[in-house]
């Protein structure tokens, strides 16, 4: 079985430009996160969905960040502009419910903003 | 609030050791969830072992266990025999599940295995 795809694995973008990452979940899995994680810490949660809805959004900085996930299946975070603090690793994680469902992720996207 | 705190930034353990990497957590909720995590350089999220707060026995997953002490809120992971391929970061990180459902991760710690 396929795990949680992302694209790209990497991107490299001058300050004040949009960018966009996608994921994938594992199939039938209802729940989806992003997450934000910078160099030398844990992960931080920006959005949650369950299905096409997005349950816990407080995280996310929604002056330039933006999500959506229209069917309930993938999933695309945007960033527009772009800000030399957002260099960080984007991860996907999805599970089959909440609660204490197991989160699986995604490889990531490593952003780099120049 | 909740907090998860990992006070051991690295270590350096022998290969066949055992390893315990430590986590405390804080929340008042009464249930939630505890789950580690590896992270090798490749960068992917791998789950290792999940704890239920109301579960009572310790929870293993082949070579991991999870020694869960809830009176001290403690959470530590216990790596038998360790592989060189264990060496990578390791997160422990907390569900509450109440109306907020928050998940939280501590900042890691880094474990090298050496030869």
């Known amino acids: 079985e396929a795990g949680v795809v992302q694209s790209p694995r990497y991107k490299i973008i001058e300050k004040k430009q949009p960018v966009a990452f996608w994921c994938n979940p594992i199939s039938g899995h209802n729940t989806l996160y992003w997450y934000l994680q910078n160099l030398g810490q844990g992960p931080e949660l920006l959005i949650r969905y369950e299905n096409e809805e997005a349950v816990d959004d407080s995280q996310l900085p929604k002056d330039r960040f933006s999500a959506e996930r229209l069917k309930g299946v993938d999933s695309t975070l945007k960033i527009q502009p772009a800000e030399l603090g957002d260099s960080a690793v984007y991860l996907c994680a999805s599970s089959l419910a909440g609660g204490a469902d197991t989160q699986y992720f995604g490889p990531g996207t490593r952003l780099t903003v120049l | ?115």
């Open chain 2, 1 to 115: 609030a909740q907090k998860i705190t990992q006070t051991q930034p690295g270590m350096f353990v022998q290969e066949k050791e055992a390893v315990t990497l430590d986590c405390t957590y804080d929340t008042s909720d009464q249930s939630y969830g505890l789950f580690w995590y590896k992270q090798p350089s490749s960068g992917e999220m791998i789950f290792l072992i999940y704890q239920g707060s109301y579960d009572e026995q310790n929870a293993t997953e082949g070579r991991y266990s999870l020694n869960f002490q809830k009176a001290r809120k403690s959470a530590n992971l216990v790596i038998s025999a360790s592989q060189l391929g264990d060496s990578a970061m390791y997160f422990c990180a907390m569900r509450v599940m109440n109306r907020d459902d928050k998940i939280i991760f501590g900042k890691g710690t880094r474990l090298h295995i050496l030869p």
